[in-house]
């Protein structure tokens, strides 16, 4: 497969797909075509199979106990915004991380404003590190939601998450991880984490296409659909049935991308998440180290791969963010992205909510080249600018 | 693996529950050997040596096994029907790999007495359900010609518990 340029944005999304979903997804679509949930002819009831199987799949990674509660949306934004906005009430207390996303920041900042709930951030260092002992501090006979990134989409901080779920357990608060960065990357277990619910996206580390995402619930919670429609059967009763995983669930899925997704979590299986794991690390590693090298650099976060997943952000004084990143892709086809990347939270730890920073999001297709050359070319940036 | 694959052949709408649905799936394999062993493994199920079929309840779903295939009424979706049919091919996999532990039991469980189901009965010969007496209606329940909803002093509030023992008994009949 001919890949143009070298591709390090992704904790975007995840670029190559591994073959196999590509082919799986034409497959789909030439032969089967059908959706799920509804017809019940041949080809009907192998869409069924193939989306039952996905779900399946996706219980399997992440130790969930039943395939009917993990709810396909159409990515992790909107899993999130199903729950924060079906269980939170007015009055309700929630914390959070310092470094959240706007997937989660935005929902909460809403509902502060319309439905009064009330907003508790834990603090961090400015490289990231949560100490979870400051989450039991803000505990309140109101709290009722814990939200925590898994991993910071801008320092690549790995947060304490099996710990606070815990701490959330214990004072019997529901506790939602957000693992858009960690999914598919790093081990993750909803039992032994202590999540309640796990909400993941499709399209980064879990290798599937676009459009993909959902939610893994691991506890009892009402949580009010945040979608009425047609679900395929009981079309008589007028309102979203009780039962999993339809009651969250309505209109056509992304029938094709869930396909993917499946195929995707077989090659994830096939390879191990320990050696995903592994790899990413190694070139973590080095490309921290090649990076030093660069001169004036200042790169954030941790600087340690154990500590981090693969999302590096830094700056080169003197030559803004976009600069950079616009000489990187013109010049050496370099794909990085800068900016504020959805999380001014993030940068305002780092204090960059001005300047933004430029990041490279390292993926299971990346090797050691690709850092190679992107440290060559930081370096005749940097020396065209001097 | 004794049994490789379940294939789900059709999905319908329950006649017993009209939100819940039934559907028919087809066996890699032939089962009629394991009957025997998921009759002393399963508790409260009902094996028919004669059909073959081995019948039993799992939360609410109604599970008939045959030789070649499996119906289940009642399973609550698509997602259900799959979920049912992977425990089945688990549970025909896992009996079949400890039968040598287990001792199999080839007893038919008996249709319940009509005495035993007129026991539950309102015992009014009311005659709203078509039959002379409440003991004529119970013959006739055990083999299928009527049905429970076909007596409506059932549906009052004070017989709600025997329905109830009731449905349970002529569930597997």
Redesign the interface.
Known sequence: MFILGIYLDNAATSFPKPYAVMKKMMEYMQNIGAT??RG?YKTA?EA??LI?NC??MICKLFNGS???KVIFTSNITEALNVVINGFLKEGDHVITSSLEHNAVWRPLKTLERDKNIEISTVCCTDEGITDYNDVEKLIKPNTKLIIFTHASNVLGAIQPIREIGRIAKKHKVKFLVDSAQTAGAYPMDVQKDNIDILAFTGHKGLLGPTGTGGFILNCDIDINPLKSGG????S??PYQ?D????RYEAGTPNVVGIVGLGEALNFIYSVGIKNIRKKEEEIIEYGIERLKSVKEIEIYGPKKSDKIVGVVSFNIKNIKAEEISYELDKQYDIMVRSGLHCAPTAHKIMGTENIGAVRIGIGYFNEKEHIDTLVEALNKIQNKYM | MYLNNIKLLFIQPCVAESKKIRFKAEFSSDVSNIMPYLNSVVKNGSYNSNMPSFTFKKDNRLINIYANDMTVAKAINETDAYSIMDFVKDLINETYDNKNSIEPNYEMRKKPAAFKIYSYLPKKNCKKCGETTCIAFASKLLTGVKTLNQCAVLEEEQYKEKLKSLNDLLELV
Not at chain 1, 231 to 234: A, L
Not at chain 1, 243 to 246: D, E
């Open positions: 799920s949930g019940a009831i069924d199979r039952y779900r399946k039943d395939p009917a679900t395929g059967g009981d008589k009763y049935p039962y999993f995983p339809n």
